[in-house]
């Protein structure tokens, strides 16, 4: 079992109890990004996905119990990913793919981020997206993808007549999860992804005070906005910043206050670039 500060012979950082419930935090050194998840590890082949779409085996990543480890650890990665990069420009060689995933401050809000709420309407994308049981299925084939989106609009539709708007939110996040990971193997999944999101921002105000309403009749609902975590992940990824600072200042306007800093640092990234 892996002890306080353990390091792999691949070099990973590991520190996590098996089958034990927990509070962990997993730095991606794709992105260079920390997520924390909640669960009980049962062996450490289980594999996670940070939300930049990177997956691995427990084994094969750097896991700590507190942010403040992971914040001292990304501290001295983002070092050596930094000399790295300026050897590699000085020499004229391409820099590695995560030059196109902009740098996260995630590690030092990642506190924030787990009680951050709105009005007790708490956005648990970040943990909920970062732990889940991936599929096995890499790139879907045309028949997989038409199948499974005809089935989301099925569900959809059942939520419409039931009238249930929280039922609908719930099968759009599923359908944005489902299309995020499929969306660079599939032009219908992109399509879909896009739809998806855009028809579960625009419902956001409309299921907030829903849930206003539930929570004075007695009933506490707690709400998950997967949509703007991933369509900001996508607008960045694919460098398409005023998109991703649109989505931020929608959230931020819809209550969600963690958003506000990314805000800011798009504005900052888009003010560098003139």
Same mark, same amino acid.
């Given at each position: 079992?892996?002890?306080?500060?353990?390091?792999?012979?691949?070099?990973?950082?590991?520190?996590?109890?098996?089958?034990?419930?927990?509070?962990?935090?997993?730095?991606?050194?794709?992105?260079?990004?920390?997520?924390?998840?909640?669960?009980?590890?049962?062996?450490?082949?289980?594999?996670?996905?940070?939300?930049?779409?990177?997956?691995?085996?427990?084994?094969?990543?750097?896991?700590?119990?507190?942010?403040?480890?992971?914040?001292?650890?990304?501290?001295?990665?983002?070092?050596?990913?930094?000399?790295?990069?300026?050897?590699?420009?000085?020499?004229?060689?391409?820099?590695?793919?995560?030059?196109?995933?902009?740098?996260?401050?995630?590690?030092?809000?990642?506190?924030?981020?787990?009680?951050?709420?709105?009005?007790?309407?708490?956005?648990?994308?970040?943990?909920?997206?970062?732990?889940?049981?991936?599929?096995?299925?890499?790139?879907?084939?045309?028949?997989?993808?038409?199948?499974?989106?005809?089935?989301?609009?099925?569900?959809?539709?059942?939520?419409?007549?039931?009238?249930?708007?929280?039922?609908?939110?719930?099968? $759009? +996040?599923?359908?944005?999860?489902?299309?995020?990971? /499929?969306? *660079?193997? !599939?032009?219908?999944? =992109? #399509?879909?992804? &896009? @739809?998806?999101?855009?028809?579960?921002?625009?419902?956001?105000?409309?299921?907030?005070?829903?849930?206003?309403?539930?929570?004075?009749?007695?009933?506490?609902?707690? $709400? +998950?906005?997967?949509?703007?975590?991933?369509?900001? /992940?996508? *607008?960045? !990824?694919?460098?398409? =910043? #005023?998109?991703? &600072? @649109?989505?931020?200042?929608?959230?931020?306007?819809?209550?969600?206050?963690?958003?506000?800093?990314?805000?800011?640092?798009?504005?900052?990234?888009?003010?560098?670039?003139?």
């Amino acid at each position: 079992m892996p002890q306080e500060g353990e390091f792999t012979e691949e070099g990973f950082v590991q520190d996590y109890d098996l089958g034990t419930n927990q509070e962990l935090y997993v730095y991606c050194r794709l992105c260079r990004r920390t997520f924390p998840v909640r669960f009980k590890p049962k062996s450490t082949d289980v594999r996670l996905r940070c939300l930049c779409g990177e997956e691995a085996p427990l084994k094969n990543l750097d896991v700590f119990r507190t942010a403040e480890l992971a914040k001292e650890h990304a501290s001295f990665y983002e070092r050596v990913w930094k000399a790295a990069k300026d050897a590699l420009r000085d020499a004229g060689i391409p820099l590695p793919p995560s030059q196109k995933y902009r740098r996260v401050s995630d590690i030092g809000r990642v506190e924030e981020e787990l009680s951050q709420s709105y009005n007790e309407l708490e956005d648990m994308s970040d943990i909920t997206a970062a732990y889940q049981d991936p599929s096995s299925e890499s790139r879907p084939s045309p028949e997989r993808v038409s199948t499974v989106l005809a089935e989301f609009a099925e569900r959809k539709e059942e939520a419409i007549a039931k009238k249930d708007i929280f039922l609908y939110h719930e099968v $759009l +996040s599923e359908e944005v999860l489902w299309t995020f990971e /499929r969306r *660079h193997f !599939s032009r219908k999944a =992109l #399509e879909a992804f &896009l @739809e998806a999101c855009a028809e579960d921002i625009r419902r956001a105000k409309q299921l907030i005070a829903w849930a206003k309403a539930q929570k004075k009749r007695g009933e506490t609902v707690r $709400l +998950s906005f997967t949509s703007f975590k991933h369509l900001l /992940r996508h *607008h960045e !990824s694919e460098g398409e =910043l #005023e998109r991703a &600072l @649109e989505v931020a200042e929608q959230a931020v306007d819809l209550g969600l206050g963690q958003y506000r800093q990314q805000a800011e640092e798009l504005r900052g990234a888009l003010r560098r670039l003139g």
